[in-house]
């Protein structure tokens, strides 16, 4: 079991252009979450997805932002248009069931995004 | 919406001391967990805990639920370097399908 994948690990862009972050879940995992941890602070909820659905999107800005847990395939959390106060890193868990209190999520490594 | 606020923000400390991290939430938890991340790395989670006055240990780090599940600390016990890193506290919301952190405790070991 490889564990949460996320890729890139790290990505540069100038500002307008478009960020792809991608999260492959553990194997059996149908939640995922997104979080953003901007430099020396605290990670932030953007949001929580089961496959095909937004369930919980309360944390993402409201431009500019989307997230998509497809039927197939990774989820991706899409930046478009990105300023530098977008420059954070940006993780992704997945579980099993939702976070019920006994349940753990477990985290990826993170996608490290510069904006030029 | 619950916030969790944790103390002290840094820490630096000599090899073989003693330390405690604390977290205290604004509302009731239902379930908190610890995380560690090393720096530049992901989370790693180390403890989960729900009923009130719970306590677990893994090697030498302790973590305690107060028993009105408002505050939770984590104690490590002889410091070493790798204990360094930021730890974190996680609350699971009312809905049950989200945790809330903390904004992160940054704990440097000297050796």
């Known amino acids: 079991n490889a564990g949460v994948m996320q890729n890139p690990r790290h990505l540069v862009r100038r500002r307008g252009q478009e960020a792809r972050l991608r999260c492959s879940p553990m194997?059996?995992?149908?939640?995922v979450y997104w979080y953003r941890q901007l430099p020396e602070e605290g990670l932030k909820f953007m949001v929580y997805l089961q496959k095909e659905n937004i369930i919980d999107e309360s944390g993402m800005p409201k431009e500019r932002f989307s997230a998509e847990f497809p039927k197939e395939g990774p989820s991706i959390l899409r930046i478009q248009q990105v300023v530098r106060g977008d420059s954070a890193a940006y993780f992704c868990?997945?579980?099993?069931?939702?976070?019920?209190?006994?349940?753990?999520?477990?985290f990826g490594a993170g996608s490290r995004l510069t904006v030029l | 919406s619950q916030e969790l606020e944790q103390s002290p923000q840094s820490l630096i400390v000599q090899e073989g001391k003693n330390l405690t991290i604390n977290c205290t939430s604004s509302?009731?938890?239902?379930?908190l967990y610890w995380y560690k991340q090393k720096y530049g790395e992901g989370l790693i989670f180390l403890m989960m805990l729900q009923k009130g006055g719970e306590e677990k240990s893994h090697e030498k780090i302790t973590a305690k639920l107060d028993e009105k599940k408002q505050q939770s600390s984590l104690h490590i016990t002889a410091s070493q370097p790798s204990h360094a890193g930021i730890y974190l506290c996680?609350?699971?919301?009312?809905?049950?399908?989200?945790?809330?952190f903390g904004g992160g405790t940054r704990l440097m070991v000297k050796p």
């Open positions: 509302k009731t938890l239902y379930g």
């Open positions: 194997k059996g995992h149908s939640h």
């Open positions: 996680g609350a699971v919301n009312n809905a049950g399908n989200m945790l809330t």
């Open positions: 868990a997945s579980s099993h069931i939702p976070t019920t209190g006994a349940n753990v999520l477990t």
